[in-house]
């Protein structure tokens, strides 16, 4: 299988990133409040690098569009869409949970964190899927700009 190297290295990063927001949930639940700190700022940097890595290549190189067949692309697109909203959301909840922490507003920061990390677990889960639809079950075309890749 020929994998494609930049694709691959960024939906590694969000996989890393969401992984790092469950083991700083779980430490903030056992009340280890400096671990819960380092680990979700880590987090935050791996989700910051996807995000330019991702952009850096639709800018210079372009985007990938569906290869699998005609009667699914429909379905695929819908999916897609539905990741790009939930990645968009995850990321300005994530910058709004981050300034919440700092400001010490501990209150809201604890009323948003769940649904922060939550909603950033699906964009994971649904990156992957997108990922494996593109280049792994299917090979998607390469080179596409933004709206090709989105919309065929
Ligand atoms: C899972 C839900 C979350 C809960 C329940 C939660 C809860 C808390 C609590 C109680 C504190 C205060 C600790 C203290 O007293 O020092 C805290 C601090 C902090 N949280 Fe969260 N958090 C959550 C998610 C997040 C997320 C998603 C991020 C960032 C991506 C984050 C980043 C931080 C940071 C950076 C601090 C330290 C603030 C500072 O000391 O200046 N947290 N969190």
Redesign the pocket.
Known sequence: MNLPLLPTISTSFIVISAIF?AI??IL?AQNK?KQ??YV??T??VFALSFFILYMSRTIFIGNTSFGGPEDMKIYYTIFLIFHIFLATTGGVF?IV??IL??K?N?SK??KI??I??VIWFFTAITGVAVYLLLYVLYEGEHGQNLFQAIFG
């Open positions: 927001i700083g949930w903030i409040r819960h700190k979700m700022i987090g935050a994530g949970t981050l922490a700092f010490r501990i920061h604890r964190g769940p922060t990390s």
